[in-house]
């Protein structure tokens, strides 16, 4: 048998190992209409794609924000999770500093607190052959759920179905010309393929679920001591494991979408 220090690392207690999955990934942008595909762990050096065609195999959740402040850019953001009643991590990165855990629990009672989160939609998908993730937002968001109804009526799913990504023009009501996303149904899915990959994806999300509500519920508990910034070791993460940008400019060395959950 051959050991790795890695693994070796884990056995020994030295280190927290936190499961984390990283495909490539494939943004729009809303002010184009254009599609970029980025290789695992590089956002700058993307491809631009056209006529993408996949299968939707997993949707997450995932809240963030962002802006503008007098030391550079703020952002919060969420672990990836399933539905609202799932207890999540609400972290913080700001310019310069680790990325920090600021707060747990529900969604609903997290949005109270920090009323500037907004929902996004990880889409995890079979395109040529290969799982990637997809982060939607806004109307881009509404228009897959409202194909999601669509579908519902025929008693159909998104794994069974290869939908097509249709960037739409729209005038916002300030007169800014935007777009989203509206999907069409070009066929059907051939589930033995599909099959597989979502097997795998869901081993992986329901283990990293687990260690995020372990300690989702510890820092809930530990409430008082994360506003005196007493947070502990295990919930700062690195800016050096943190690689791609959500929103804002390009400089910036805080990057949200890479982070492991």
């Known amino acids: 048998m051959t050991y790795s ?21 494939i943004k729009f942008n809303g002010n184009s209409g254009v599609f970029t595909k ?76 920090f009323p500037q989160l907004r929902i996004n939609s990880n889409l995890y998908c079979l395109y040529e052959g290969a799982v990637h993730k997809l982060v939607i937002r806004g109307k881009s968001r509404q228009s897959l759920v409202d194909k999601q109804k669509e579908l519902a009526k025929e008693d159909s799913e998104f794994f069974e179905k290869k939908l097509k990504l ?14 989203y996303l509206k999907y069409d149904v070009v066929g059907d899915s051939k589930l033995d393929e599909v099959g597989p990959h979502m097997e795998e994806i869901a081993a992986i999300m329901d283990t990293m679920d687990e260690e995020y509500s372990k300690s989702n519920k510890r820092i809930e508990s530990e409430a008082q001591a994360l506003t005196t ?19 804002g400019s390009d400089d910036d060395p805080i990057k949200v979408e890479d982070i492991p959950f």
Not at 5 to 25: A, E, F, M, Q
């Open 166 to 179: 249709i960037p739409t023009q729209e005038t916002g009501q300030g007169g800014n010309v935007y777009y």
């Open 229 to 247: 910034g007493e947070d502990e070791e295990e919930d700062i993460i690195p800016i050096s494991d943190v690689s791609a940008n959500t929103e």
């Open 38 to 113: 980025f290789p695992v762990g590089d956002f700058k050096n993307g491809t631009d794609i056209t006529d993408v065609e996949l299968v939707i195999m997993r949707m997450r959740r995932v809240f963030t924000s962002f802006e503008k402040i007098p030391e550079g850019n703020l952002r919060m953001f969420t672990n990836e999770h399933n539905d609202y009643n799932d207890h999540v991590t609400v972290f913080e990165a700001k310019t310069g500093q680790r990325i920090k855990a600021v707060g747990a629990g529900i969604i609903e009672d997290l949005r109270n607190e």
């Open 5 to 25: 220090k890695d693994s070796l690392k884990k056995l020994s207690g030295g280190g927290k190992v936190r499961t984390t999955y990283k495909v490539p990934t």
